[in-house]
């Protein structure tokens, strides 16, 4: 069956569901980073960007917050995107570890079977995959203009934040080097950490991130920009690893909710593709045990629902408007 939603629907989903959210009061900002136990804990923004380049929002959505590990993301495409979806899948892979983002105990148990560029170990990987091999400046620029492109507007480093977890990234640390152990690393061990510790400490706005989302629902061309980021065969193998390990150990509770594959920052950010639809976006700093936003699964939860975007169900819905944009 397929259902037509039309932009009002989707303003109205988004502000039903900032309503319902906006006096949720659990959950705890990230400490383990200093710099973001001091961001405002209250704030909440909610966007969506239609693949006619539409922006519907409501709340803080021009607010710069942290990305971390949403980063994962882009950085897996890029690579994804310069080398293939297979060799990536050879070189890191694209199974759930069912255990926290920067879980040691995950690499020791996959030494030899990788795992995905979407937990800490996997992105550091994938950081260090990205061309040109041995040159930081390169690769750095890589990944910030990919992003940059995938949101439709410039983005860069919060470098407070940077500072922050570069002071405190002992663990991540440790996972660059075990790769390196397991022959996991295909550059430079503490250039690959560093440059994923630039990636996650970049701000971006809900609305640039549903931009992104937006930009990765429509096959690679950004709706707002018409720009061609990414190869279009790269959407399903995106969004399939999202919706596998999104959620770190909770990603089987959030898919049988939801069945949207979503990808969580301890930012407070969460970032949705709907392929062929939209992307969808929401932000508030206090987070669960397992790092995702509180109040952001919540609103997104409540959208999906109320819009039918499960991608499991047999209710189709699409945008009743506007052709999608194409490069
Ligand atoms: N889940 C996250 O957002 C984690 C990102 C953070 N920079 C870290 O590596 O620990």
């Known amino acids: 069956m ?37 961001v405002p804990s209250n704030l909440f923004g909610i966007a969506a960007c239609l693949p006619d380049g539409d922006v519907v929002a409501v709340g803080d959505v021009d607010y710069k917050f942290g990305i971390e590990s949403v980063s994962k993301v882009p950085t897996a495409i890029l690579a994804m995107n310069q ?129 992104m989302a937006a930009t990765i629902a429509n096959d690679g061309v950004n709706p707002v920009t018409g720009k061609k980021v990414f190869k279009p065969e790269l959407t399903p193998k995106i969004a399939s690893m999202m919706a596998t390990v999104g959620f770190y150990e909770h990603t089987g509770d959030w898919l049988f909710t939801t069945g949207l594959p979503a990808k969580t920052g301890v930012g407070g950010g969460i970032m949705g593709v709907v392929p062929g639809v939209m992307g969808v976006a929401a932000f508030a700093p206090p987070l669960d045990g397992a790092g995702n936003s509180v109040k952001a699964q919540k609103a997104l939860a409540f959208i999906a629902g109320h819009l039918n975007l499960n991608l499991f169900g047999t209710t189709r819905c699409v945008m009743a408007e506007k052709e999608p944009v194409k490069a």
């Open 83 to 211: 080398y293939s979806g297979q060799e990536v899948l050879d070189k890191i892979g694209a199974d759930a570890t069912g255990l926290p983002f920067n879980s040691i105990m995950a690499i020791l148990l996959e030494n030899d079977h990788p795992s995905t560029p979407l937990v800490n170990a996997g992105a550091i990987s994938a950081c260090s995959m990205v061309k040109p091999v041995g040159d930081s400046d390169g690769k750095w620029k890589a990944i910030i203009s990919f992003i940059a492109d995938l949101a439709g507007s410039d983005v860069e480093v919060i470098d407070e934040l940077y500072k922050s977890e570069t002071a405190t990234n002992f663990n991540n640390k440790s996972i660059a080097w075990l790769l390196k152990n397991y022959n996991r690393i295909y550059d430079d061990p503490d250039m690959a950490l560093d440059i994923y510790t630039r990636q996650c400490s970049i701000g971006v706005t809900a609305t640039q991130l549903a931009t």
């Open 2 to 38: 397929i259902q037509k939603i039309d932009k009002k629907a989707v303003q109205d989903a988004l502000r039903m569901a900032y309503d319902r959210c906006k006096n949720e009061t659990g959950g705890k900002n990230a400490d383990y980073i200093p710099y973001l136990a001091n």
